[in-house]
Nanobody, 115 residues
Framework: QVQLVESGGGLVQPGGSLRLSCAAS????????MGWYRQAPGKQREPVAR???????NYADSVKGRFTISRDNAKNTVYLQMNSLKPENTAVYYC?????????WGQGTQDTVSS
């Protein structure tokens, strides 16, 4: 059994920062790509950032230069540092992790950017 636990979301003012974490635990042989998605109200879930096991990183164009994804393989954890946040970044953020031959989703964390 594998579990992903997200933390770090919340309410922040425009221009502020948040750091999300997603820790995987359970029966794990290998972790492949790790990433973050988000779903804003009334919109489809979309990819935000992804990091492979080899360290290759991709970002959505809208977050380049403001968001940073990283991973700690010893802790089976992926992070998303979000800076210069904008109201349009308000969404539920989900981590997605490839573990062995399956992809798993985190429970989602609500991040609200508002003054």
């Amino acid at each position: 059994q594998v579990q992903l636990v997200e933390s770090g979301g919340g309410l922040v003012q425009p221009g502020g920062s948040l750091r999300l974490s997603c820790a995987a635990s359970g029966s794990i042989s290998s972790i492949n790509a790790m990433g973050w998605y988000r779903q804003a109200p009334g919109k489809q879930r979309e990819p935000v950032a992804r990091i492979t096991s080899g360290g290759t990183i991709n970002y959505a164009d809208s977050v380049k230069g403001r968001f940073t994804i990283s991973r700690d393989n010893a802790k089976n954890t992926v992070y998303l540092q979000m800076n210069s946040l904008k109201p349009e970044n308000t969404a539920v953020y989900y981590c997605r992790v490839g573990i062995d031959t399956t992809h798993y989703w985190g429970q989602g964390t609500q991040d609200t950017v508002s003054s």
